[in-house]
C-alpha cells in the first residue's frame, strides 16, 4: 500500500467512513441563497440516537468487558495509585500505576499523548502518526493488520486503540494481558474530543494538563463562535473528504465533528440533512446543491482546485464561478484530538475570510 492510498484509508477509517458506501444516496439541502443568520445559534450539532452509522467501532461485541460503571470519573484505589477508567468501549480498565511504557495505534491517540506531556513515555506509534516531529523518531508498529509479535516485544503497559482499532485486535491483545484503552467514539462530535482528552489524562495521571489542553481548546472554539456571531449569512458548504472517485466523492453527516465545525464556523453543509455521519454522494446531487463554499480536505491526496473546477457539471456551482474552491490541511480537521480546535478556526477564515482580516 503506497503511502497516498494508506493515509487515505485511515483518514476514511479514522472518519467512520469505510463501509458507507453502501448507504442510499441523501437527499442534500439546497436552499437557493446562502441562509441568513437570524440569531447567533452555534452550539455543536449533536448526533441524532436513531442515526445510523456503518462506522468501525472498536468495541465489538466480542472484545471481553467487565461491568461497566455509570460514570465516566475515574476511581482510585485507597491508598494507592492504581486508577480505573471506563474507556469509550464502555470497558473499565485498570491502570495499576502511571503508565511508563505507552504504544499508540492512532494518530489521533498518538497526538492527545503527547499534548498532555506524555512523549517521553510513547515507545512506539502506529505508521500513520507524524505529528509532532518528535514522533518521526519513534518505532513505528504495523496496524493493517496489527502486529501483535511486535506489540506483545515492545512489552508497552498501555496501549491507546481508537476507532480504527478492530474489536477482534483489541480482544487479542486483552487475552494477552496487555492493558488496553480504547479512545475513540463511532460517532464523534467536539463533545467526544474533548471526553477522549479528559479520559486519557485520568487514565495516565496527567489530568491538570488534560484540562490545561481542554480549557485551551474551549477559549478557542469560544473566539471563534464569538467571531462567527457578528456573521449574517451562513454560506452553503460543500466539504469534501475523498474523491477517489470524483463522481461518487465522501462527505460529513450529522453526528460527527466535521459537521460541528461547518456550523461553528459560520456555514450550512449542503450534506446536514444526510441520515449518516459520514455518506458517499453523488456528483449530481452536489451541482445541484449549488454550494457557495467548496472545502477539501483531500487536497493533500492529490485533489486540486483545478480538478475539481474541471469535473463534468461543475462549473455551474457558485464555489467554481466565483473560485471559493479552497482546499483546508486535512491534519487539523480529520483527526480527533487536540488539534480540531485549530482546525475550526481554519474552517472558519475559510468560510467567513472577511471577519478574520
Known amino acids: 500500500m503506497n503511502k497516498r492510498v494508506g493515509s487515505i484509508v485511515v483518514l476514511l477509517l479514522s472518519l467512520?467512513?469505510?463501509?458507507?458506501a453502501c448507504a442510499p444516496a441523501?437527499?442534500?439541502?439546497?436552499p437557493t441563497a446562502p441562509s441568513t443568520r437570524a440569531a447567533p445559534t452555534l452550539a455543536p450539532t449533536r448526533p441524532a440516537t436513531n442515526v445510523p452509522t456503518s462506522a468501525p467501532t472498536a468495541a465489538a461485541a466480542s472484545v471481553p468487558t467487565s461491568a461497566p460503571v455509570t460514570s465516566a470519573a475515574a476511581t482510585v484505589a485507597p491508598g494507592g495509585s492504581s486508577v480505573t477508567v471506563v474507556d469509550d468501549s464502555s470497558r473499565n480498565v485498570t491502570i495499576p500505576a502511571p503508565p511508563q511504557r505507552?504504544?499508540?495505534?492512532?494518530?489521533?491517540?498518538?497526538?492527545?499523548?503527547?499534548?498532555?506531556?506524555?512523549?517521553?513515555?510513547?515507545?512506539?506509534?502506529d505508521t500513520f502518526s507524524d505529528y509532532p516531529a518528535e514522533v518521526k523518531k519513534l518505532a513505528k508498529i504495523n496496524t493493517s493488520p496489527l502486529n501483535l509479535e511486535q506489540v506483545v516485544a515492545l512489552k508497552p503497559d498501555l496501549v491507546l486503540a481508537a476507532g480504527i482499532t478492530s474489536g477482534e485486535d483489541i480482544k487479542k491483545m486483552v487475552n494477552l494481558n496487555l492493558t488496553v484503552l480504547v479512545v475513540g467514539a463511532p460517532t464523534t462530535t467536539f463533545d467526544n474530543v474533548i471526553n477522549d482528552i479528559t479520559l486519557v489524562g485520568r487514565a495516565t495521571g496527567t489530568?491538570?494538563?488534560?484540562?490545561?489542553?481542554t480549557d485551551a481548546m474551549k477559549q478557542k472554539i469560544a473566539a471563534v463562535e464569538a467571531k462567527v456571531a457578528t456573521a449574517w449569512t451562513l454560506p452553503k458548504v460543500y466539504?469534501?473528504?475523498?474523491?477517489?472517485?470524483?463522481?461518487?466523492?465522501?462527505?460529513?453527516?450529522?453526528?460527527?465533528?466535521?459537521?460541528?465545525?461547518?456550523?461553528?464556523?459560520?456555514?450550512?453543509?449542503?450534506?446536514a440533512?444526510?441520515?449518516?455521519?459520514?455518506?458517499?454522494?453523488?456528483?449530481?446531487?452536489?451541482?445541484?446543491?449549488?454550494?457557495?463554499?467548496?472545502?477539501?480536505?483531500?487536497?493533500?491526496?492529490?485533489t486540486t482546485v483545478e480538478s475539481v473546477k474541471a469535473r463534468p457539471g461543475w462549473s455551474a456551482i457558485n464555489a467554481v464561478k466565483n473560485d471559493k474552491v479552497l482546499p483546508i490541511d486535512d491534519n487539523l480537521v480529520s483527526r480527533p484530538g487536540p488539534r480540531i480546535a485549530d482546525g475550526l478556526e481554519a474552517a472558519a477564515r475559510l468560510i467567513h475570510p472577511e471577519l478574520f482580516q
Open 102 to 125: 505507552i504504544l499508540s495505534l492512532a494518530p489521533s491517540t498518538t497526538e492527545i499523548a503527547f499534548a498532555l506531556g506524555l512523549g517521553s513515555r510513547v515507545i512506539a506509534v
Open 207 to 213: 489530568a491538570d494538563k488534560a484540562k490545561a489542553v
Open 273 to 302: 440533512s444526510s441520515k449518516s455521519s459520514y455518506i458517499q454522494v453523488n456528483a449530481e446531487q452536489i451541482i445541484a446543491a449549488n454550494p457557495d463554499i467548496i472545502i477539501l480536505s483531500d487536497f493533500a491526496y492529490g
Open 239 to 271: 466539504w469534501e473528504l475523498d474523491a477517489t472517485d470524483p463522481a461518487k466523492p465522501y462527505a460529513p453527516g450529522p453526528g460527527s465533528f466535521i459537521n460541528d465545525i461547518i456550523g461553528l464556523a459560520g456555514g450550512t453543509s449542503v450534506t
Open 26 to 30: 441523501p437527499t442534500l439541502v439546497a
Open 16 to 20: 467512520g467512513i469505510l463501509g458507507a
